[in-house]
């Protein structure tokens, strides 16, 4: 029985013998692939923690943290490792693999019976400079990714340091929120006392008591507020939220030092690094619309044969073209100088929103800046001391409750205004560094011991 067939191999396998063994392998395979489908051991399902956290948490610390494990950088660091895998391929040598052709037939004639062979060999390769211009646009493609990953690396160092700093704010707020609170419990109880004692009115200890729901209430919010800042922290550090993160320092506003406007845009426009991945785009966009003008010309497809006919040896060689006559590339070439035209516009936008973002975030922070200036740890500390003097007129009956009521709502006023001023600052700081991509940076607002100061 001959080895090949005209219609096909033609091999042991589909005898019963050969079927028999053959559907035997068929269940071996399925088995290993339902065993390799298996887990060998439970699924890791924990979110993960912070257990290599330093515990204070360095501003810097937080920071490292969130640039290793950030679940958008990593993401957006495998999409880099894509675009670079896809530029290994743009830049083959050939097309294609070789094509390596064999074939046998039987022939029938009246002096007997002969079997002819022919072996061929074929290779698709380039033309245009196809190669070139696919490797160059998939080059730029994953120069653009690589930027984009930088701006984000830089972007979410920027979150980190607000989100670090808005615990800190909101710690503090709870501070200034529990000495309200001991405040007005203490005045609630000299109140009762001297209602007992025949020396104070209803009106004193209801003021008094309507001050100490207002505590608890502002005290309550400054908690909501901590425990909403802590978790957007562990967001950004991807740590588990129910883990208790305990920011170490305590805000201490400096002002930045800014060169003026115009030297920081410039700066701002050289160094964002998404900028110059839409610049990249561009130039991808542009490479990739002069391949399918190149895809006109056709690859050729190198071939070698060699065949036996009847005794008779045969060697030869050719060239095959597919010739681009019915399918013009036409909609390729559209759709790549749109997408050409699209990268452009999204690079000119870009550049108008970095303008934007840098002037907007400088005005906030210079009006944040004045704010906190203003409405500083000053203000505050007058308007307890005049609560507390007031306090201290009522003990003597030299003011009544009115009095008490208007400095508990003088302080209330200053503490939100200055609180607010703080978050505007943090705010805005982070954002400046985030619109100038890490030109300025916000790490001086937290005052740490010597040995845990920041150097990012």
């Keep these: 029985m001959p080895l090949f067939h005209p219609q096909g191999w033609r091999t042991s396998a589909y005898t019963p013998t050969g079927r028999y063994h053959f559907n035997r392998l068929r ?42 494990h950030n679940y958008a950088i990593r993401a957006a660091a495998a999409e880099v490792r ?34 002819d062979i022919g072996i061929s060999l074929a290779q698709e390769v380039w033309t245009g400079g196809k190669r070139r211009l696919q490797a160059s646009a998939a080059d730029a493609r994953s120069q653009a990714a690589r930027g984009r990953l930088e701006f984000l690396h830089t972007s979410t160092a920027a979150r980190t340091r607000r989100a670090f700093l808005q615990v800190l704010l909101a710690r503090e ?44 209430a502002e005290l309550s919010r400054a908690d909501r507020d901590l425990t909403r800042a802590r978790l957007a922290l562990a967001e950004l550090l991807a740590v588990d939220p129910g883990q208790d993160l305990n920011p170490a320092g305590r805000l201490q506003p400096v002002a930045l030092e800014l060169p003026d406007r115009e030297t920081l845009l410039q700066r701002s426009l ?80 870009l550049r108008l929103q970095v303008r934007r973002e840098v002037l907007q975030a400088l005005a906030d922070y210079r009006s944040a800046r004045e704010q906190v200036e203003v409405a500083g740890e000053t203000m505050l500390s007058a ?6 003097l007031t306090r201290t007129a009522f003990r003597a009956g030299k003011v009544g409750a009115p009095a008490i009521t208007t400095a508990q709502d003088n302080l209330l006023s200053v503490r939100r205004t200055y609180l ?37």
């Design 383 to 388: 308007a307890e001391q005049n609560l507390a």
């Design 173 to 216: 707020a709870r501070r200034t929120g529990q000495r309200l609170l001991t405040a007005a419990q203490e005045l609630q109880r000299y109140t009762r006392r001297r209602l007992e004692a025949g020396e104070a009115t209803a009106l004193a200890v209801n003021t008094a008591a309507i001050g100490v729901a207002r505590a608890r």
């Design 27 to 68: 269940l071996y395979a399925a088995g290993l692939l339902l065993a390799l489908s298996i887990p060998s051991g439970p699924v890791n399902a924990q979110p993960p923690t912070a257990a290599g956290l330093p515990d204070p948490l360095t501003l810097q610390a937080a920071v490292d943290q969130a640039l290793q």
């Design 270 to 349: 050289e160094r964002r690094s998404d900028l110059a991945a839409a610049a990249q785009a561009v130039v991808a966009a542009q490479k990739e619309l002069q391949l399918t003008r190149r895809q006109l010309i056709p690859n050729l497809t190198i071939m070698g044969f060699y065949e036996e006919e009847e005794s008779a040896e045969i060697l030869g060689g050719g060239l095959s073209v597919s010739l681009p006559l019915l399918h013009r590339y036409r909609g390729e070439q559209q759709s790549a100088s749109a997408r050409l035209q699209q990268d452009q516009v999204a690079r000119d936008a």
């Design 82 to 115: 894509r675009f670079e895998g896809e530029a290994v391929h743009a830049g083959r040598w050939v097309p294609s693999n070789p094509v390596l052709d064999v074939k046998s037939a039987e022939r029938d004639a009246p002096g007997g019976t002969s079997t």
């Design 420 to 456: 607010t001023a703080l978050e505007e600052l943090i705010v805005a700081g982070t954002a400046l560094e985030s619109a100038t991509g890490g030109l300025i940076r916000m790490h001086q607002g937290v005052s740490q011991p010597a040995s845990q100061e920041s150097t990012r």
